[in-house]
């Protein structure tokens, strides 16, 4: 009896015996770990950031001589109800613009913005030593927005080195350079968030974004690389900042600066083809949702228009992805492709949509 009685209280507290607890969902789970496999543990606990960071100091010291800030001085009307009528000549109101810009060559060459020299009757550029010199403008391009100035060869700062290829990537470390609102030099630095190509933008350009505060005067400093090098142009857009530094990449505009640097203009991308606006009455006979867009007058025989399949009596109602409002808005638009790149147009003939491929070519002189 008595061994009867044992062995049935063992039987039940082993069966009462609580399991060990295993939490549910996400929670920690009491129970005993898989063996470790100290190879599989290393790669997943690998670092995804790797590195230094670059000496910022040290960047800054080597390439602050090679920066300027750049003065223009503009005329201002005054209006003539302030003045006498015989005082009116012998005063004149003068505006300053600021921006900045940095040594090309040892030849005394200055790259800069264009918006920031435009219809200057007087240009000055500030070193960083503290010295101020006279410069003159050589070329400017309102389209890119790069000028070229010169200064004496004498007093020129010394150049900074420019990227030799396209070698930067989205997540490298880049540093702005420039003067913030004509103050003190400056240097802001932040990794490249995209970089888009002037083919994706169907533009004359492409544009590199960053995280470096590009601040108003800082226009047409130089965008560096870690090792130094100019990769880009400090741009700022004409809405004003978008939360992104832009650049124009250095490889983009070293074919403007060298033409500026000559004296000339860049070549002007064409299309061979007159237009004409499209008011009510045209817009119902030619079966148009609203009287807008660009109506095809004339084309040059064998130009780039007509090579591309344009005919006349065609509407143009998009090109390289922008909306064609009406004929300046085409202009517009056109001037800021590049030669020989192909783009998207999106025409209305006989009441159906179509899309061709143009070839922008260079203007004749």
């Not at 063992?10 to 969902?25: F, I, R």
């Not at 550029?125 to 100035?149: H, M, Q």
């Not at 079966?287 to 130009?303: H, I, N, Y």
């Not at 800021?336 to 203007?363: D, F, I, M, N, S």
Request: net charge neutral.
């Amino acid at each position: 009896m008595s061994r009867v009685l044992a062995f049935g209280l063992a039987l039940a507290l082993t069966s009462c015996q609580q399991p060990e607890p295993v939490a549910q969902g996400h929670a920690f789970q009491a129970i005993s770990p898989a063996p470790r496999n100290p190879r599989a543990e290393t790669g997943a606990r690998r670092p995804l950031l790797t590195g230094t960071l670059p000496d910022f100091e040290a960047l800054f010291a080597k390439a602050s001589p090679s920066v300027v800030n750049v003065s223009a001085a503009h005329s201002l009307p005054i209006p003539a109800d302030l003045l006498p009528k015989r005082e009116r000549i012998y005063w004149r109101a003068l505006a300053r613009s600021l921006g900045s810009g940095f040594a090309l060559d040892d030849d005394g060459h200055i790259v800069t913005c264009s918006s920031v020299i435009q219809d200057a009757e007087q240009i000055e550029v500030l070193l960083a030593d503290g010295r101020r010199l006279p410069a003159s403008l050589v070329a400017a391009d309102p389209i890119t927005d790069l000028a070229v100035l010169e200064v004496a060869r004498a007093d020129a700062p010394p150049p900074l080195p420019i990227a030799e290829r396209d070698t930067l990537k989205v997540g490298d470390w880049v540093a702005a350079f420039g003067y913030p609102f004509g103050l003190s030099h400056s240097i802001t630095a932040g990794i490249v968030s995209a970089i888009r190509s002037g083919e994706q933008l169907e533009a004359s350009h492409g544009l590199i974004l960053s995280d470096a505060a590009i601040n108003p005067g800082c226009n047409g400093g130089p965008l560096l690389a870690s090792t130094g090098r100019v990769v880009g142009i400090n741009q700022i857009p004409a809405g004003g900042g978008v939360g992104l530094g832009m650049a124009i990449p250095i490889q983009d505009a070293l074919p403007v600066i060298a033409r500026l640097k000559a004296g000339a203009l860049p070549r002007r991308p064409w299309l061979g083809a007159s237009v004409q606006y499209v008011d009510a009455a045209l817009a119902d006979a030619f079966d148009l949702p609203q009287a807008e867009g660009a109506l095809v007058t004339r084309l040059k025989p064998k130009g780039p228009a007509a090579r591309g399949g344009l005919k006349v009596g065609d509407v143009i109602t998009s090109c390289a992805g922008r909306p064609v409002e009406d004929p300046l808005a085409l202009i517009e638009t056109v001037r800021r492709l590049a030669v020989g790149r192909p783009v998207k147009v999106q025409v209305v003939r006989a009441g159906k949509r179509l899309e061709l491929t143009l070839t922008p070519g260079a203007a004749p002189p």
